[in-house]
């Protein structure tokens, strides 16, 4: 009988419960899809990152991505429409077009009102939509022992959230998401009905 490393034991393990956090966050979203606007909802997880994919974007942050990161990266390069148009990037968004002017729009945002730029600072976008005001940057300043760094959610040019690896961001999405299926239960208020009172 073969037995796999420790090391393979425990990245497969890794794997296999970020795999279920995913499985669970994408069937939360279509029911509050589906509750909200009574359609389906339109994502698209990605396949995995190739090995030169994870090499490119670890040489473009200048040190090797946060573990919880790169092993979203090898399930799921990107997830399009992961929060309306707000998408994980993939790879190869990083060089896209619409990011790079994004990213100019947003540097004249912070430069506006007078905050650091996190681009300038080597951070990279994980989470960014055209159109979109909110948005998750890789922080590489935060690097900790264990190789994880913070995931800072922004709304225009202010950071809202701080979250201490990839998994916990997403599973505050996870339980924003429950919330949002427990108001859409629970109805809401027609502005029809508003209007009167």
């Known amino acids: 009988m073969h ?54 974007l670890e040489q473009r942050l200048g040190k090797p991505l946060p573990p919880s990161y790169r092993d979203f990266l090898e399930l799921h390069n990107g997830w399009e429409h992961f929060d309306g148009d707000l998408n994980l990037l993939s790879v190869n968004d990083q060089d896209s077009d619409w990011v790079k002017e994004w990213l100019k729009m947003l540097a004249m945002a912070f430069e506006e009102v007078g905050e650091e730029n ?25 690097v900790r022992p ?13 950071a809202e959230d701080q979250f201490e690896d990839f998994t916990s961001f997403l599973r505050y999405d996870l339980e924003v998401e429950h919330q949002l299926i427990e108001k859409e239960k629970k109805g809401t208020p027609d502005e029809d009905e508003e209007d009167e009172d």
Do not use: N
């Not at 264990?146 to 202010?158: N, S």
């Open 3 to 56: 037995v796999l490393p420790i090391e393979r034991q425990q990245t497969m393990k890794k794997h296999t419960d970020l795999q279920k956090l995913i499985h669970e966050l994408a069937e939360v979203k279509r029911e509050y899809y589906r509750l909200a606007f009574d359609e389906e909802h339109p994502m698209k997880l990605g396949e995995p990152a190739t090995l030169k994919q994870i090499a490119k």
């Open 118 to 142: 996190p681009f300038d600072k080597g951070a990279i976008p994980v989470m960014l939509g055209e159109g979109e005001h909110r948005f998750l940057i890789l922080d590489p300043r935060t």
């Open 146 to 158: 264990d190789g994880e760094m913070d995931f800072v959610k922004y709304t225009f040019a202010e």
